[in-house]
């Protein structure tokens, strides 16, 4: 342990006695009643938050209220339109609200449905893609073929006699009345893909399909013309011709050309997605077509549940619709949710607030307008109410929650940061309060101790110089030998005691400011040769020695002659008075990275882990035995770091207890000079 290691720690002593009893009646007195200060304003933030987050949500209920009155009196509207449609089979977009005419314009978009008497009217036509379930297909009058069209119909289908069966239709087709020429034109053509003869085929149901329309069967000769026109197009492997066909054939089947009944539609709806996939040069219209049928056959799908079993909301698989009747006779409107989500409900929501979020869930809890989120968003607010005497659930919410909530914060953030700011002048003022008491506390300590340490150091050696003066004076030693021993002793003292004077005086001088440094080109290996071998002269006396590994050649350092040695002799001073088992201590130096490294060696008692961050404190001495039988003020290590970092360098210091201890001086070499 190195000119140190001390007393109970400051920290403790201060902290007890008056000085803790002054920090308690300060911290009674400002800063609880600050801090209950602080509490009441940080509760009074929250609340004003919360306050505003339940203005939001009042508001957004009185909105939920205004949006429910609408959405009762837009139901009602289009209820009454359905009560009061025409029953006539004379009907146009004007007899409805004008969304329900924007939803007749699109695919799938709406449907107004009539049923008198088992006929089925739709506005606008072809809306619906096949016949719903219950609703019978009209009548067509039933066409009796002749006994010559049944005669060549035996030659063909009976006997397989396909030539005589063609003449015989052919001989037909030249006297066929206007009724039974499609059914002869259909046979002709039928018989002719038979016998092999593709084009001619395919002309004969050209000209059916030209053909005024009747029932064969239960299909219309125009479908019929359509669909094997499509299989001779696939069949004699035109894919040009095929893309053709198929398209307009798919194009007029999903137009509802025809109201088929579902498993007809489906199949031939089957029939034209397949021959258009076996030819994909029309791909981007087939993908048209595709996606006007899908929205059309939910839109069917929907209107046959309606007929079957009337309700508000018709949940598809796909999509949503709502629907609005009339019996007496059936009427009925159908809306799709999807077409009035994009165009009716954001002008609901915007007519009463432009950053509004809402979902109108029907009474089985799907959503009809709107999309729930996967969280409950912020503010939002859930209302029953009651459109069209039916409950439905309504939930409202801001459009930018994040918004609010971010503005929320920021005043919250701004009161916050006030108050955080008085609170730092409070903090702050209250660590320079209670700093300027410690330091004021521990200079008075300080100065204590430094007179008490310095009156010790003092009394010793001037108590002896006494003592061995009388002795001399007196006459009492008469050996020669001892007399010199004591002269001896006495220039000792007094050595000692001028060390300290001027290490005081030095001390003082640094305090102050005042120390000054005459810096000069200085050879080290020399000069620390000589100190060394001064050093050992001194301490001879004492039985130690000093061995010196100091290479020549070293870099010339800058440096204040008499202050830097002041600085090493610390150093060896310190490295005898703590190695007290083993006499002899180390002085090396060494040049590494533009730097010279004095360093001192001892193999003494070492220094704790503790200990060695607080050894270059002014007063410092750790504690222990051997620094208590140690004489010192605590204050060369302190001069020696002051000297060496006014010289631009560093002291560094390792150790282990028991095992001894190295400090180490770094001072950078001194510029190069050109010759």
Known sequence: MKDSAVRPPARRRFLSGPSQRLIGVFVLFILLPGAFLGGLAFRALRQEGQLAGQRIRESLERTAEEIG?????EFRRWSDAVRSAPKEKIISADSFPKIAGQAFAEPGGGIFLSVTGGDLETF????????????PRPQAAASRPSAALAEAESLEITRKDLERAVRAYRSLLDRAGTGERPLVLQRLARTLRKAGKLDESAAFYRELQRSDVVWIGDLPSDLIARSELCSLAAEGGDPAGLAAQALAFYRELTGGKWLLDKPRYLYYSDR??????????????????????????????AAEELLNSPKRVISGESETHLAFWNTDPFTALLLSANFLKS?????????RRDDLKAVLSSPDGSAVFGTLPAAVPAFAVTQDIRIDDTPWLLQVWPGRPDAIRADIKQ????SMAMLGFVAVLLAFGSYIT?????????IARLRADFVSTVSHEFRSPLTGIRQLGEMLLEGRVADREKQRSYFRMIVEESDRLARLVENILDFSRMEEGRREYRLERLDPSPWLRELAVDFEAEIAMKG?????????GLPLISADKEALGSAVRNLLDNAVKYSPGTKTVRIEAAASGGEVRISVRDRGVGISEQDRGRIFDRFYRADGEISKRVKGAGLGLSLVKHIVTAHGGAVECESRLGEGSTFTIRLPAAPVTGG
Do not use: M
Not at 411 to 414: A, D, G, N, S, Y
Not at 434 to 442: A, D, H
């Open 69 to 73: 009155l609408y959405l009762d009196a």
């Open 124 to 135: 606008p036509s072809g809306a619906l893609l096949y016949r719903p379930s219950g609703v």
């Open 272 to 301: 034209c997605r397949a021959w258009c996939r076996e030819s994909p040069l029309a791909a981007d219209e087939f993908n048209r077509i595709r996606t006007k049928e899908e929205q059309k056959l939910s839109l069917s799908s």
């Open 343 to 351: 165009h009716w409900w954001p002008q609901a929501l915007s007519a």
């Open 411 to 414: 005043k919250q953030t701004l």
């Open 434 to 442: 209670v700093r300027i008491v410690r330091r004021e506390l521990e």
């Open 544 to 552: 130690a020695a000093v061995e010196a590994d100091i290479p020549d």
